[in-house]
């Protein structure tokens, strides 16, 4: 299995340009989640999904898009993109259930000039 | 407010020694807590979790306690190693069990 996977690694764009960030998963697992992590705030939910063509907004949605149309996927797009979303932005999953662990990618560093 | 606090120092300790890091919580009844491991550039791990009806939990070399009545948990590793060396965040539920909260994470050192 290769776990949660990630693309890409390393973005740089500039402010008003659109992305998406890909997320997959080759677990089957029912729940995904997109994460910010920034220095001094920590991780940070920004949407997340209980299974494909459901998803809810987290903490930090605004400026943040995401569907689920299969158990895989769960792209994050970024609209119009502006220097405050320069994080590093983790996808994770997990099995549905009560404290089941989280499954990390590797996260990608997005810079926004 | 509601926050978790975690030891916002980073912790240095001899290699062989047990390092005990520690994870505060303020207006939450979670009902688990989890620790998870984050090494530079990459994506958090998870260790342990416990839930709020156990009061201690142990993997191998790492024990977790939980005291609901402090709102706190102490994460220890027993002979510790360099490899130890890592971020530690600790997260707990919020009464979702579709989210957690994160705390921002301890840094440690295990020196040979």
């Known amino acids: 299995n290769a776990g949660v996977t990630q693309t890409p690694k390393f973005q740089v764009l500039k402010t008003g340009q659109s992305m998406t960030l890909q997320c997959a998963q080759d677990m089957n697992h029912e729940y995904m989640s997109w994460y910010r992590q920034d220095p001094g ?21 605004n400026g943040y898009n995401v569907s689920r149309s ?17 994080s590093v932005y983790f996808c994770a999953s997990r099995p549905a259930g009560e404290g089941n662990e989280q499954f990390f990618g590797p996260g990608t560093r997005l810079t926004v000039l | ?27 939450y009844s ?11 550039g ?32 102490l994460f220890h590793i027993t002979a510790s190693q360099p490899a130890d060396s890592a971020t530690y965040l600790c997260a707990l ?12 994470g301890t840094s440690l050192a295990v020196n040979p």
């Open chain 1, 41 to 61: 705030m920590g991780l940070r939910l920004i949407h997340y999904s209980v299974g494909a063509g459901i998803t809810d907004q987290g903490e930090v949605p």
């Open chain 1, 70 to 86: 299969t158990t895989e996927d769960f792209p994050l797009r970024l609209l119009s993109a502006a220097p405050s979303q320069t």
């Open chain 2, 1 to 27: 407010s509601q926050k978790i606090e975690q030891n916002s120092e980073a912790l240095n300790i001899q290699e062989g020694k047990t390092a005990t890091l520690t994870c505060n919580y303020t207006n």
């Open chain 2, 30 to 40: 979670p009902a688990y807590l989890q620790w998870y491991r984050q090494d530079p």
């Open chain 2, 42 to 73: 990459r994506g958090p791990v998870f260790l342990l979790l416990i839930r709020e009806n156990e009061k201690e939990k142990r993997k191998e070399r790492l024990k977790v306690t939980f005291d609901t009545t402090l709102k706190q948990s």
């Open chain 2, 93 to 104: 539920n919020a009464g979702n069990n579709r989210k957690l909260i994160w705390g921002l």
